[in-house]
């Protein structure tokens, strides 16, 4: 296993193709952005072997969404599309903890 350090906003190159990009980390958590091409599969490890078993992501039955809806969900976004969503999800995160008093200090 290769073990390498990076800072938040380094990368780290795999092969010509991949990029992971450290997005942000907080606490125990790193947030990463993995730039790969369209068809080549990028889950976290519970969700590729959910996959391989044969079960959907979760214990729900799978949505009947199609692949074009998936795509345009989830596919071909830019890294500035993807921080603003990650900022947008971190800004919602705050906005809930503070409402709920669990607000760190």
Do not use: C, F
Not at 54 to 78: D, H
Request: negative net charge; glycine residues 12%.
């Amino acid at each position: 296993m290769l073990i390498l350090t990076r800072r938040v906003g380094e990368a780290i190159k795999i092969s010509d193709n991949i990029t992971v990009v450290v997005l942000g980390v907080k606490g125990g958590q790193v947030r990463l952005g993995i730039e790969a091409p369209q068809g080549v599969a990028v889950d976290r490890e519970e969700i590729a072997e959910r996959k391989a078993a044969g079960l959907p992501k979760s214990g729900a039955p799978a949505p009947s969404v199609g692949a074009a809806e998936r795509e345009q969900l989830y596919g071909n976004r830019t890294e500035a599309e993807w921080r603003k969503l990650l900022q947008d999800e971190a800004d919602q995160q705050t906005q809930g903890d503070r409402e709920s008093g669990h607000e760190s200090a």
